[in-house]
């Protein structure tokens, strides 16, 4: 089992910054990729960013250049720097954990409200 808690969560004004964690804890965190997702009110979850155990990131397209995944396995925590947010950047940020070879072992955090308003 894996417990992820979310956090960094807030209210930002368009054009800022904000950074989230997510810790985990649980065995074999530096063996699953991990990952963040978002949910806006009255859509489905998309994607945001991927990242395996080698450190290859994945990124949804409308958040290139803009955000950055990185994960310390020594801590057990996985990270999302924001960057030029715009309002459309308003959700529910979810941290994901997901084994490569046991797709049943697939974990969820509880999520940390992201608001991008002036």
């Known amino acids: 089992q894996v417990q992820l808690v979310e956090s960094g969560g807030g209210l930002v004004q368009p054009g800022g910054s904000l950074r989230l964690s997510c810790a985990a804890s649980?065995?074999?965190?530096?063996?699953?990729?991990m990952g963040w997702y978002r949910q806006a009110p009255g859509k489905q979850r998309e994607l945001v960013a991927t990242?395996?155990?080698?450190?290859?990131?994945n990124y949804a397209d409308s958040m290139k250049g803009r955000f950055t995944i990185s994960r310390d396995n020594a801590k057990a925590t996985v990270y999302l720097q924001m960057n030029s947010l715009k309002p459309e950047d308003t959700a529910v940020y979810y941290c994901?954990?997901?084994?490569?070879?046991?797709?049943?072992?697939?974990?969820w955090g509880q999520g940390t409200q992201v608001t991008v308003s002036s």
């Open positions: 990242i395996t155990n080698g450190g290859t990131t």
């Open positions: 649980g065995s074999f965190f530096s063996f699953y990729v």
């Open positions: 994901n954990a997901k084994n490569p070879y046991r797709s049943e072992f697939d974990y």
